[in-house]
């Protein structure tokens, strides 16, 4: 046997456990860590600055013109974009810059509220499958399976469980 390569196969020498203190990064908070990982990624960084932009505007944009969402102006309708209409005016004489952000303010409202109903219907079920241990959860199984065994008519618009 060739005894060069036995001594690579030798226990080692060191202590494990002082060696992979010093090989560890320090601790980080959850908080810490998920900014790093935000900072890490261009494109969340992007769509944040794009929503945080959006929001932003639709907070202050319809107070940068002396418009408001609803006044009419005849004499000016089908305006394109200049300095007084920045985007121009629509079919009634609206300003659309006013209507635009406007808009975008009952969006961002609707999308929030839901997301926070969403949240609070999830948190109860959850709790509430949680205290049931898994009663609830099996409940909902057996509506579902009879819910997808049930026979429908059929329709181009009908979804099929699968």
Same mark, same amino acid.
């Given at each position: 046997m060739n005894t060069s390569h036995d001594s690579l196969y030798d226990p =080692? +020498?060191?202590n494990l456990s002082e060696t992979a203190t010093e090989l560890l990064p320090p601790p980080s908070s959850y908080w810490s860590d998920a900014r790093t990982r935000l900072k890490t990624n261009p494109i969340a960084v992007g769509a944040l600055v794009f929503l945080s932009l959006l929001l932003l505007m639709a907070i202050i944009g319809p107070w940068l013109t002396p418009y408001t969402y609803y +006044?009419? @102006? =005849? *004499?000016l309708k089908n305006l $394109? $974009? !200049?300095s007084t209409f920045w985007f121009g005016t629509d079919e009634l004489g609206r300003d659309l810059f006013t209507r635009v952000w406007w808009g975008a303010r009952i969006s961002l409202f609707v999308g929030i509220s839901a997301s926070v109903i969403d949240l609070l219907i999830g948190v109860c079920y959850g709790a509430l499958a949680g205290l049931l241990r898994g009663r609830l959860s099996l409940a909902q199984q057996q509506i579902g399976c009879r819910e997808?065994? /049930? *026979? /429908?008519? !059929? !329709? $181009? @618009?009908s979804r099929s469980c699968q």
């Open positions: =080692l +020498e060191t +006044e009419t @102006h =005849l *004499p $394109p $974009p !200049s997808c065994a /049930r *026979p /429908r008519q !059929s !329709s $181009p @618009h």
